[in-house]
């Protein structure tokens, strides 16, 4: 129950905070979806992606987070800001499941992991050397590069 009401409590103020943001352009949230893995949406053509805090993935959810992430973007090929911070395991069914069908639909993808000593930026680095994405993949620390790295792809 307290999980229902935070995960509401949250969306509203991500909603607020999109819709107050300032400067010269305002950002509309094109579309929001929520699952019990995490938060995603899409906004300027860019595809936003954050799991939520402690989530661990196995093929049944990997599974899950694809097909919703392909349901909200309707057949439209989108760059992805993907924030992996709050993954704290994953199996190797997930990681190859993911491997093979994460990128379906996706231009380019910036990677948010915690600092190089954290397991997120461990796994994806490992994901990276093993699975060599067919598309433009590249591994952040912090937002606005990742940001950056996606503004081409748009």
Known sequence: ??????CLVFATILCWVFANLPGPKS????RYFENEFAVFWISEKILFFNYKPNVVIDLLSAQQI??????????????ILCDIRGIIDSDKAARNYLA???SILAKAVGIIASDQKSVSFYMISFYMKISRPQIP??????RSSALE???PFV
């Open 66 to 79: 694809v097909a919703d992430r392909i349901e909200i973007q309707d057949g439209t090929a989108y760059p």
């Open 27 to 30: 950002i509309s949230m094109e």
């Open 149 to 151: 790295f996606l503004k």
């Open 100 to 102: 093979q069908h994460g």
């Open 1 to 6: 129950m307290l999980t229902i009401a935070f």
């Open 137 to 142: 993949t590249k591994v952040f620390t912090d």
